[in-house]
């Protein structure tokens, strides 16, 4: 087998989940080689995601580059892949899931401000919106960039906290205090690192069916079918978290109005098997209990 070739956006995150993916395939005796992509969303820091009009902001030039043969695999996190993904790419591998959850970093001169007092910084529709359920009065603050960006605009800018994915944190070594939040169900597939490959490139594929883990992948299936089915982009305001305990998973989903106000949940225990979809049998109860016009309306305020 030839030198596999692994796509990655650049930032130090993104260059951290590549190598996880190097590492796994070097103990198999594989050689690789990295390279480094910039996205079309690092190239547009201004501007928050949902207001770009992209699906796969992240995705998209690691697709073409995949496409085009310039790498062999490309390596993302999952909650930034569409779940229409193009023509001949496939999702091939799933790196076990470590941290699914959402945390609050507070500004040093805020660590003693309640929830409810904090001006909040965040571009995530789905966490402004969870937020806000709780919280309806809250001022919020666009940020974008990545962690150590957002947590220098945090110390220099005009608000008391932002909320990050525990995952970043915790790859990154970074020691800095955070907060659980509750009233939060991650993004669809938040925590994992996911590959993908091209569909015609059988061989290479094999191979990383090798490293794949087949609980989280189990697990995200369900998530981000309950997400297609819902049609809700990356960017809306819906949460799925699915685990696995021996042969039952337990879902918690959640489509939320933008403004935090309507909010209609599901949290399912079931035992599974290969045959049934069930992230599209849950998201279809949403949809038949008011999601179907909740989702309309989402559509039409963006």
């Not at 198999?28 to 009009?53: A, H, M, W």
């Not at 496409?67 to 790419?89: C, G, M, R, W």
């Not at 999702?91 to 309640?114: C, G, H, M, T």
Request: aromatic content about 8%; hydrophobic content about 40%.
């Amino acid at each position: 087998m030839k030198n596999i070739r692994i796509g990655t956006r650049k930032s130090a995150l993104a260059l951290w989940q590549a190598e996880e993916v190097a590492g796994k395939l070097q103990e198999l005796n594989y050689t690789t080689e990295i390279v480094p992509i910039v996205s079309s969303g690092d190239k547009n820091l201004n501007q928050p995601l949902y207001s770009l009009g992209i699906t796969g902001v992240f995705t998209r030039d690691l697709d073409i580059a995949l496409l085009n043969d310039e790498i062999d695999i490309a390596v993302h996190s999952l909650k930034d892949v569409p779940t229409k993904l193009p023509e001949n790419i496939e999702l091939v591998a799933y790196l076990e899931r470590d941290f699914p959850q959402d945390v609050l970093i507070k500004r040093k001169s805020a660590v003693n401000k309640q929830f409810h007092e904090l001006k909040l910084a965040t571009s995530s529709l789905r966490r402004r919106a969870f937020w806000l359920k709780q919280y309806p009065d809250t001022e919020f603050f666009d940020i974008r960039g990545n962690i150590q960006t957002r947590l220098q605009k945090l110390e220099e800018q005009d608000f008391d906290a932002t909320i990050l994915s525990l995952a970043g944190i915790k790859r990154m070594k970074m020691d800095i205090d955070y907060e659980f939040l509750p009233m939060m169900i991650p993004a669809a597939s938040q925590g994992v690192v996911a590959v993908a490959g091209h569909s015609n490139k059988k061989e290479i594929n094999e191979i990383l069916a090798k490293i794949n883990h087949r609980e989280t992948q189990i697990c995200v299936e369900i998530e981000r079918n309950f997400l297609s089915t819902l049609e809700g982009g990356c960017t809306a305001p819906i949460g799925a978290f699915a685990e696995k305990f021996e042969n039952k998973i337990k879902l918690k989903a959640a489509l939320c109005s933008l403004d935090g106000k309507n909010y209609i949940a599901t949290e399912e225990s079931f035992e599974f098997n290969e045959e049934e979809n069930f992230g599209s049998k849950f998201a279809n109860i949403v949809l038949e209990n008011g999601g179907k016009e909740l989702m309309t309306e989402i559509k039409n305020q963006l």
